[in-house]
């Protein structure tokens, strides 16, 4: 165990990251001030027009620093944040309808498709496995 | 091809058991015997019970390479397996009253912020919150 005071391998290779990639502290508090924003309003209709007004960036530098600060794109992002959500929504009974249009998806194909892609099962069917789930939890 | 297991090396299986159940509040799937005192045993997020499962993996008892290389990194201080939280404040401040010993207090960089505990089995253990 290396003593306290001294700075370990890895801290010396944290402080070296931290120096050549994540010295523009502007820069990273506007983008996670993008992501707070899609955060809170994922259920609207979000895109980079939208975002880059918020923050007065342009849409394309705003597209480039999301994706270099949190590794995948905005719309990435926002697709991830939507169906995580449903997940939640879908587990509370919410009908696939109701969910796909509550957090901000525009048509049940759309959604469908990229909840199936996300998950690996249609969101009636994940519905269906947690209303059994929980039944056996109860009843078994 | 699915990503369902995350293995994790320790030295005392029923040690590990305890710090990751009692302390780090993850629950048992499955624990079943194999032999020679060794258990395959996986633990789940309470809240993420059908997401990957961390594999209590006795590698350093009988490889000697897996031991060494555990060594390696914890004197380094290298995290090689971390876990996501909501938030890392309140978790350093929750193990630190269990006395979990941290070697990174809570340091944000970036998009995320993080904080580094010995797991008292062999391994440096990184918790991360995104920013």
């Not at chain 1, 502007?26 to 001030?33: C, N, P, R, V």
């Not at chain 2, 395959?40 to 490889?63: K, M, R, Y």
């Not at chain 2, 996501?84 to 929750?94: H, I, T």
Request: aromatic share 10%; charged share 25%.
């Amino acid at each position: 165990m290396p003593h306290l005071l001294e700075m370990t391998f890895y801290q010396e290779k944290i402080n070296h990251i931290k120096a050549s990639c994540y010295s523009n502290d502007q820069q990273i508090q506007t983008i996670i001030e993008t992501r707070q924003f899609i955060d809170t309003n994922f259920e609207k209709d979000l895109n980079l027009n939208v975002l880059s007004d918020v923050n007065s960036t342009s849409k394309y530098h705003l597209h480039r620093l999301f994706k270099r600060y949190y590794g995948l794109t905005p719309k990435q992002y926002l697709i991830d944040k939507r169906i995580e959500q449903s997940k939640k929504n879908l587990k509370k009974g919410m009908s696939v309808t109701e969910t796909c249009f509550a957090v901000g998806f525009e048509s049940l194909g759309s959604f469908s498709k990229l909840f199936k892609t996300k998950t690996g099962k249609s969101p009636s069917k994940f519905q269906k496995e947690q209303v059994s789930r929980s039944e056996l939890d109860t009843n078994f | 091809m699915k990503v369902t297991l995350i293995s994790i090396p320790v030295r005392d299986q029923e040690k590990a058991l305890k710090f990751y159940t009692e302390k780090l509040g993850f629950i048992i799937k499955k624990d079943a015997p194999l032999g020679g005192g060794n258990r395959w045993i996986t633990l789940v997020s309470p809240e993420w019970q059908d997401g990957p499962e961390l594999l209590l993996e006795p590698a350093p008892n009988h490889f000697e390479p897996s031991k060494v290389f555990q060594d390696a990194l914890m004197e380094a201080g290298i995290p090689y397996t971390q876990f996501d939280v909501d938030s890392v404040d309140e978790e350093y401040d929750r193990l630190l009253k269990l006395d979990v010993a941290f070697s990174v207090q809570p340091t944000e960089m970036g998009t995320v912020k993080f904080a580094v505990f010995n797991d008292t089995c062999g391994n440096n253990i990184q918790i991360v919150e995104t920013l």
